[in-house]
């Protein structure tokens, strides 16, 4: 079974842009969570999708917002880039209940210049 | 609200010798936890997961942890340290109560192991 896969892997972008990360999660997940990791932050939770309706946001601004598709395949935006946006973007997938793991893919290391 | 509190950023062992890694956690629930494992360039893999099945709970790459409820504490534990068990460890939390999905992470532990 194929595990998650975030496309694309590696970003340059310059401050103001907007950017679109993709994640794909395991066959027959519907839980998509996103993580943006920093090394001053540590690993922050952006938001969680199930069903295509987003069920937890964290603390971010509104600059970064997410979808979900009708195959669980998800994507996150980031409008008007600022450099503290610079950070690996970690996507999970999960089923069943609570107790079970989530699946982490490879993530997309987003840089702002 | 859930906290996960981990000690110690930077731990190194020599190789053959116990790791141990801290994680002490908040919650209001009770909670699932678990270790997650991130080699560099990569994702995060899990190690284990305390579901209250068992308070003792064993792992891959011969990990454990054990849940002790009086601490608030979900230590993770290596016998004998290997060169290949460098890298950064994580603990995290999630509500077993919830409809949510959401971890909370610790900060993070970089192992070193030295030869």
């Known amino acids: 079974k194929a595990g998650v896969t975030q496309t694309p892997r590696y970003l340059i972008k310059t401050r103001g842009q907007q950017v679109t990360l993709s994640c794909s999660p395991i066959?027959?997940?519907?839980?998509v969570s996103w993580y943006q990791q920093t090394p001053g932050q540590g690993l922050q939770f952006l938001f969680e999708?199930?069903?295509?309706?987003?069920?937890n946001k964290g603390n971010f601004p509104g600059r970064f917002s997410g979808r979900q598709f009708s195959n669980s395949r998800s994507e996150m935006n980031v409008s008007t880039l600022e450099l503290g946006d610079s950070a690996l973007y970690l996507c999970?997938?999960?089923?069943?209940?609570?107790?079970?793991?989530?699946?982490f893919g490879p993530g997309t290391r987003l840089t702002v210049l | 609200a859930q906290s996960v509190t981990q000690l110690g950023s930077h731990v190194s062992v020599s190789e053959g010798a116990l790791v141990l890694l801290r994680c002490n956690y908040s919650?209001?629930?009770?909670?699932?936890l678990f270790w997650y494992v991130q080699y560099p360039n990569q994702g995060l893999q899990l190690l284990l997961k305390?579901?209250?099945?068992?308070?003792l709970v064993k792992g891959i790459n011969g990990f454990e942890a054990e849940f002790k409820k009086s601490e608030t504490s979900f230590h993770l534990t290596k016998p004998s340290a290997h060169m290949s068990d460098a890298a950064e460890y994580f603990c995290?939390?999630?509500?077993?109560?919830?409809?949510?999905?959401?971890?909370?992470f610790g900060t993070g532990t970089r192992l070193k192991v030295l030869a």
């Open positions: 999970a997938s999960h089923h069943g209940g609570a107790g079970n793991e989530q699946f």
């Open positions: 066959s027959g997940h519907r839980s």
């Open positions: 999708y199930f069903s295509e309706t987003q069920r």
């Open positions: 919650s209001s629930v009770p909670p699932y």
């Open positions: 305390y579901t209250s099945a068992a308070t």
């Open positions: 995290a939390v999630s509500p077993s109560t919830s409809g949510t999905y959401k971890y909370i």
